[in-house]
Nanobody, 115 residues
């Protein structure tokens, strides 16, 4: 089992920045990939960015060049630095940990970008 708790969401003006954090606990040793996802009202949850144990990263086209995913293995933390935010980035952002046999979700943190 892996437990995840997100923080750092809030209200920001377009063009601003936010940094999301995700604290992981439990069977951290079994995690292969950690990722951020988001879900806007009326839309499906989508992948924003992911990072493997080796540090390899992938980003959705919509956030490439604006968002940066990182992890601090010593602190069991996952981060998402979001710059140049747009109103269309408004969503609930979820942290996910993937092991060889299961995936775990946090409860999410709301990000609202005003125009």
């Amino acid at each position: 089992q892996v437990q995840l708790v997100e923080s750092g969401g809030g209200l920001v003006q377009a063009g601003g920045s936010l940094k999301l954090s995700c604290a992981a606990s439990g069977s951290i040793f079994s995690v292969i990939v950690m990722s951020w996802h988001r879900q806007a009202p009326g839309k499906q949850r989508e992948l924003v960015a992911r990072i493997s144990n080796s540090g390899a990263t992938n980003y959705a086209d919509s956030v490439q060049g604006r968002f940066t995913i990182s992890r601090d293995n010593a602190k069991n933390m996952l981060y998402l630095q979001m710059n140049s935010l747009k109103p269309e980035d408004t969503a609930v952002y979820y942290c996910r940990a993937t092991t060889g046999s299961a995936g775990y979700w946090g409860r999410g943190t709301q990000v609202t970008v005003s125009s």
